[in-house]
């Protein structure tokens, strides 16, 4: 909905220069072309984009103070509970200027403070001030759908915002933090607070902080696991009724909105869901959205036109030709601000903006996978028994092996279970990195605190165990995707599965409810399958795969991109041997595909270093002249 940003300084005499607000600001124009604003008093610096979702008049122009003028809020999101909150304020007394949720926040901020995040079901970011007491809250959603950025800036000042592009306009240092190397390589992305940028922090998901005279501290404000053993007790009698009308609830509720709206639609079973859910509730030609692909193993558009025809979209096609993918990588990591870590980022970006013509809300199926246990990666997991016995007897066969089975025997050879976890999602592996000098630690931190979680939730059950990690880490970076390359096109993607509702219960299910045979999620199957062509129920999981290592050998652009990366930063600097560099180089653009996905990831380093770190002195001057 909207680009949110604020320096909080600790002299309570500094007035910020309007000039350097408004580069702040305008950093992320994207994110609210509709309107914008800023506030100013002495300490405290407030500015805003606004994409207008809902109440599209004046009146929902933020900064936003409440009628007292105590409280000031600039806001990224939506509430989808609003109406009933704000219903509720009403017969208690309050009075509104606007039809806005950000009015309906402020208003419960002023009443109930922090206790109000409880009450709220949607995604959101927002930052709070309070004149009075002269503090600042910063909070951020549950599953942390939409973003929030802070770091240490001049003087002690506490920098805040949507994106990290805007603190650097504010004069923070865009410094790659090395020892970043190895997250970046094998997971494609660094998790929890930390950030590729050395001082640049993520406000972690279900957390606020809080801000008073220079000094800050975060809270976590919702907690998965305890929401999970609260509700253990209380077992539902039929979980496949449940999630029908549960789900068709969250569909419903993001359904809100002043302005025209749709769904990307893959061929999948997750996006055809939401789909025929929103179908189902909405008006004849929903309008539906698909990237095609013109390489067959990667096309998913005759299924998706089969759920097209059968709610009566309005289906909307799109192929992303390989010409310009290197300009559109570059802009697509300047969006990202981190290293793009799913290589389907700048087709999602195409899409969105394509659908930009059409809509600005989109519904998308992202977070079924994670939690109703849908990766093929899982499986395995639930026999880790079995795992244990045939590990002698598998690993000697990984190099004669292929795709997902080679995959498997490789993570079987990192150790024990605890590992197999940790490392699921990866396709380059610790071991890997010392073919190019780097010596692994293997220390993520984050990482095995929460699956340190996880453990303690869900004794005995690798499954499980996994699906939370994820929930924690890969979702997250989707969802970060997710929201740059929508907002990128000044689009808002909502994502329903994700409604802490059935986030929280599904927690709390034996995994027997979640986990039958070679079925992938059959719950998600026997709930709403039945809206669906058959074709799509027996389709096999295809993700969002990308031909990126035919593109990297067969683009002229992209091949000389992977053959400068030996001497291209950060690369050139980092903790490798330069010639082990250029074995991998010229094996892989020689068609050998061992070192795809570790070639891949240092590419897409190596872009993001350019677009986010290095042209920063660059495009914040053309910024704050704009």
């Not at 699906?467 to 993607?493: K, P, V």
Request: one cysteine or more; aromatic letters at 8%; hydrophobic letters at 45%.
């Amino acid at each position: 909905m909207c680009g949110l940003c604020g320096v909080a300084h600790p002299d309570p005499t500094f007035l910020m220069p309007e000039p350097e607000l408004v580069a702040m600001r305008d950093a992320m124009t994207h994110r609210g072309p509709d309107d914008a604003g800023t506030f100013t008093a002495p300490g405290i610096a407030l500015a805003s984009r606004r994409l207008s979702i809902v109440d599209l008049s004046h009146n929902g122009h933020m900064p936003m103070q409440s009628a007292d003028g105590r409280y000031t809020i600039v806001y990224n999101g939506e509430v989808y509970n609003y109406p009933e909150l704000r219903s509720a304020l009403l017969a208690s007394g309050a009075r509104f200027r606007s039809t806005t949720d950000t009015e309906v926040l402020l208003e419960l901020y002023a009443r109930e403070g922090v206790a109000m995040l409880d009450r709220l079901n949607g995604m959101f970011a927002f930052a709070i001030w309070d004149s009075r007491e002269r503090s600042l809250l910063l909070a951020r959603d549950r599953l942390g759908v939409k973003p929030l950025y802070y770091a240490e800036g001049p003087d002690g000042a506490l920098c805040f915002a949507s994106e990290a592009k805007a603190l650097f306009a504010a004069g923070v240092r865009a410094g790659f933090d090395a020892e970043t190397w190895e997250e970046l390589l094998c997971f494609r992305f660094t998790a929890g607070e930390r950030t590729p940028f050395t001082g640049v922090r993520r406000l972690l998901p279900g957390h606020v902080l809080r801000w008073h005279d220079g000094a800050w501290r975060t809270e976590r404000w919702w907690h998965l696991a305890d929401r999970a053993v609260a509700l253990r007790d209380d077992r539902l009698a039929d979980p496949v009724a449940w999630y029908r009308e549960a789900f068709d609830d969250s569909v419903g509720l993001r359904r809100i909105s002043d302005v025209p709206l749709g769904v990307l639609l893959s061929g999948g079973l997750d996006s055809g869901t939401v789909a025929s859910s929103l179908a189902a509730q909405s008006a004849p030609g929903v309008a539906s959205f698909t990237v095609r692909f013109a390489a067959a193993g990667y096309d998913e558009g005759p299924l998706a036109a089969e759920v097209a025809r059968r709610w009566s979209l309005a289906a909307h096609e799109l192929e992303v030709e390989p010409s310009g993918l290197l300009e559109r990588l570059q802009h697509a990591a300047w969006l990202n601000d981190e290293p793009l870590a799913h290589g389907n980022e700048l087709h999602i970006l195409a899409i969105a903006a394509y659908a930009k013509r059409s809509v600005t809300v989109l519904l998308s199926g992202e977070g079924a996978d994670e939690t109703l246990g849908g990766y093929v990666r899982y499986r395995p997991l639930a026999r880790a028994g079995f795992l244990r016995a045939v590990r002698p007897f598998a690993m000697p066969l990984s190099g004669r092996l292929r795709g997902r089975a080679r995959k498997l025997t490789r993570l079987l050879g990192t150790g024990g279970v605890e590992e197999w976890i940790l490392l699921n999602a990866c396709d380059v592996l610790p071991g890997d990195l010392a073919t190019l000098g780097l010596r692994p630690s293997g220390d993520f931190s984050y990482r095995r605190a929460v699956l340190a979680e996880a453990n303690a939730l869900y004794r005995g059950d690798a499954f499980r165990r996994a699906m939370y990690l994820d929930q924690h880490t890969f979702l997250t970076s989707l969802l970060d995707r997710n929201d740059r390359m929508t907002m990128g096109a000044s689009i808002e993607c909502r994502v329903p599965f994700l409604d802490y509702r059935l986030v929280e219960r599904l927690a709390a299910l034996p995994s027997a409810d979640l986990v039958a045979g070679r079925e992938s999620k059959p719950l998600l199957r026997r709930a709403l399958g039945d809206r669906l062509p058959p074709a799509v129920l027996r389709g096999r999981k295809w993700g969002f795969g990308v031909p990126w290592a035919r593109h990297f050998r067969e683009v002229p652009a992209l091949s000389d991109l992977v053959r400068s990366l030996p001497g291209a930063e950060p690369i050139r600097s980092g903790p490798f041997e330069r010639g082990a560099v250029e074995r991998l180089v010229s094996g892989f653009l020689a068609g050998r595909d061992e070192g795809a996905a570790l070639v891949r990831q240092l590419a897409m380093i190596a872009l993001w270093h350019q677009a986010a770190v290095q042209a920063v002195p660059r495009r914040r001057v053309a910024t704050a002249a704009s």
